[in-house]
């Protein structure tokens, strides 16, 4: 009994961590840039095209290296099209093989790509543009233990956060938050990518499962540091998807303020 009780509250942490952070941000950021482009009304494709020269490419590069990473064949591939008759700025079309396990996990990761690498390219800017503020992330993050304590985990995430107000007066922080904003409004996963990632996540759990009960059962020790890799990779993103979600806020705000001007 104890063994299984172990087995399940570790495969329960891994799953937070992991699927729970993107889902609760996804939906979180999709839920403010569709207010967002509502609140702009007919200037809303305008400002999702301006931004978009920037995020969009990101966007498609991220389900394109997905492609790659599980070999799946890419069959076509625009990084912006912002005169497109149906409005899609940008898409990848790809194929794979069914019967490969392999790459039917690989929907999973591809769906949800763009999550990921945006906040690894968000992490990329903050350290080129302010790489003291980066190692303070990196930081702050070593000391964050949500399996020691939750309350006093998102204060040491918080505490990142206040430290990036003694940086309001640099260029740098003002360029870093101008390509975040374009990055993290493009972000967000279309029908067609949550329709994908879903075709993978069966899949993807029952891995995750099938790696937890083999590790519960060579060492303990063995699965606590499977789990621990899980919530400190689920920690980093939650920093920056935190990020994503204030920038998106920030933007929400603006955007309704907008809306009393634009007719």
Wanted: aromatic content about 16%; hydrophobic content about 55%.
């Amino acid at each position: 009994m104890d063994i299984f009780v172990t087995l399940i509250v570790n495969f329960l942490l891994q799953m937070l961590f992991t699927l729970g952070i993107i889902v609760m941000f996804g939906v979180t950021i999709a839920f403010c840039n569709s207010m967002i482009y509502r609140n702009l009304g007919s200037k809303g494709r305008a400002f999702c095209i301006a931004t978009g020269f920037i995020g969009t490419p990101i966007h498609e590069a991220a389900h394109a290296l997905g492609c790659l990473i599980f070999r799946h064949k890419i069959v076509e591939i625009k990084f912006f099209i912002p005169n497109s008759q149906d409005g899609t700025l940008g898409y990848v079309s790809h194929s794979y093989n069914k019967k490969s396990i392999y790459q039917r996990i690989g929907n999973f990761f591809i769906g949800i790509a763009p999550i990921i690498v945006g906040a690894g390219v968000l992490a990329l800017l903050l350290f080129l543009f302010l790489p003291d503020m980066f190692s303070e992330v990196l930081r702050q993050l070593k000391d964050v233990d949500f399996l020691g304590g939750i309350g006093e985990s998102f204060r040491g995430i918080f505490k990142t956060f206040a430290a990036m107000f003694s940086y309001f007066g640099t260029w740098q922080l003002w360029v870093f938050l101008i390509l975040g904003s374009f990055i993290a409004m493009h972000m967000t996963l279309s029908k067609a990518d949550i329709d994908g990632a879903v075709s993978g996540l069966t899949l993807y759990v029952a891995l995750i499962f099938v790696i937890d009960l083999i590790l519960v059962f060579v060492s303990g020790s063995a699965l606590t540091s499977f789990t621990s890799a899980a919530v400190y990779c689920g920690t980093f993103l939650l920093f920056f998807f935190c990020l994503f979600a204030i920038i998106a806020a920030v933007w929400l705000i603006l955007s309704k303020i907008l809306s009393f001007f634009i007719k």
